[in-house]
């Protein structure tokens, strides 16, 4: 059966596993350009680009242009999610994916510091921008692309692809890194560190060649056919779904519970105060991260089964909790209990939070506004968790090594997510046509909690 557009026919067959394996690739790549900056930020660039006079100073700008991308998130949020909800889920896809390979390979060739003074940062900072502005674009298209594909009754597992590419290219930026890392400090400082950043290249082929194939969605294909596009679906989205906005906004803060793992605490461990060796923390987020590649599809399923809200306050209560756990490990200078309690955190109990958000988000807004729902409310709560490590850094006091104000800084910003899973709505089970609608068809932001 087809729809009629002004495009000709489109199948109203979704392609579930081909979308899900596009969203994995097309994250992994993307993301590996995006985690790749936090290692560099926390590791190398307050060496190159800042001035050491005062190394802790050093530090925290240099962790701060970590932040500056989720800063640009929402930009790009804006603009991205208006033109996914126009023209459809994959042109963006293939957008982001471009610009986000570029701008990563600009990195690579920027002159330092010592080179070109202060117009080193400057042009580090714009690079950064331009990341954000893709990453803002990448989750939301990806995921709306799968979950329109989806059959109603997986939803979360083949949502669930696109956040498991994001862990992939996570661990595979660690596991570049790690023998960066181990370079002689003068090779390091170099040139070493821009050789990760030049793999990027091949993000910008491959973003064509993995989804230039990809059918649009079955959902926007029939919602264009039927009702058309919203000429502004920012406006729509406030208008219709402003409580689903909100929530949002509140659960993608749970993704601080990331960037301070991540960078701060990586920045932390390698530090004075404890002094781990870079490769060994290194090594933490990588087998961190392999675990989460196998909880992420396993918390999914079981979202599939008893609902995305019990999945989701697992991982965001839990994550507050853990987080206490893992900062003291590390305080200890115990490598092995690091190792442990890291894995535990990250791979396990994080992953419970972000294995479930594409689809809980996802499901909260109708078809005519998801890509420009998803994107605004998770980038304005990514921004905050961006910039997360750069509060961090300065509560972390002048030497940098109170854990336990970082650690109880983290757990804060886990409870609106939980206040927001609270009081959302239950829709594992809700038909993929009636998602963001009440049974009369009007939008459901302002339906009763537990509906």
């Not at 709306?144 to 083949?158: V, Y």
């Not at 301070?260 to 991260?289: H, I, K, Q």
Request: aromatic fraction near 10%; charged fraction near 10%; proline fraction near 6%.
């Amino acid at each position: 059966m087809t729809v009629p557009t002004p495009a000709g026919p489109v199948p109203l067959e979704g392609q579930p596993r081909k979308a899900a394996l596009a969203a994995w690739i097309g994250s992994a790549l993307e993301y590996y350009d995006f985690f790749i900056y936090g290692s560099a930020a926390a590791l190398i660039f307050p060496e190159i680009f800042f001035d050491r006079s005062d190394p802790a100073d050093a530090t925290m700008l240099s962790l701060a242009t970590f932040g500056v991308a989720y800063a640009a998130r929402p930009v790009g949020a804006v603009f991205l999610g208006h033109f996914g909800d126009r023209l459809g889920r994959k042109k963006i896809m293939v957008f982001t994916l471009v610009l986000m390979g570029l701008s990563t390979f600009l990195i690579g060739c920027l002159p330092t510091r010592g080179q070109v003074g202060t117009l080193a940062p400057l042009l580090l900072v714009l690079c950064r921008i331009l990341q954000g502005i893709s990453a803002a674009g990448e989750q939301a298209g990806a995921n709306s692309m799968t979950l329109e594909h989806a059959p109603a009754h997986r939803r979360g597992w083949f949502t669930s692809f696109t956040l498991n590419g994001t862990q992939a290219g996570q661990l595979l930026a660690t596991l570049v890194f790690i023998p960066v890392a181990a370079l002689p400090e003068d090779q390091l400082l170099s040139w070493g560190w821009r050789i990760p950043f030049w793999l990027s290249i091949t993000v910008a082929v491959a973003g064509y060649v993995i989804r230039r194939t990809l059918h649009e969605t079955p959902a926007f294909a029939r919602q264009a056919a039927t009702d058309g596009v919203p000429k502004l679906p920012l406006v729509t989205l406030l208008r219709e779904h402003g409580a689903g906005v909100l929530r949002v906004i509140a659960g993608a803060l749970v993704a601080s519970v990331s960037t301070v793992f991540t960078v701060w605490a990586l920045a932390y461990a390698t530090g004075e105060s404890v002094g781990f060796d870079r490769s060994g923390m290194l090594w933490v987020a990588a087998l961190a991260n392999l675990v989460a590649l196998g909880a992420i599809p396993l918390w999914a399923l079981l979202s599939d089964r008893i609902g995305r809200r019990p999945v989701f306050l697992t991982g965001a209560a839990g994550s507050a909790v853990c987080m206490f756990l893992y900062l003291w490990a590390v305080s200890t200078g115990s490598y092995p209990l690091t190792l442990a309690v890291g894995i535990l955190t990250f791979g396990i109990v994080y992953s419970a939070a972000n294995a479930v958000w594409p689809a809980f988000y996802g499901e909260m807004f109708s078809t005519r506004v998801r890509l420009s729902g998803v994107a605004v409310g998770t980038q304005l709560g990514f921004a905050v968790a961006g910039f997360a490590v750069t509060f961090a850094a300065r509560i972390a006091g002048p030497q940098g090594d109170d854990w336990f104000a970082v650690a109880l800084f983290t757990a804060a910003l886990c409870l609106p997510p939980v206040i927001a899973a609270v009081t959302a709505r239950e829709t594992h089970r809700v038909p993929t046509e009636l998602l963001g609608t009440n049974r009369n068809g009007a939008s459901h932001s302002s339906v009763p909690t537990g509906a």
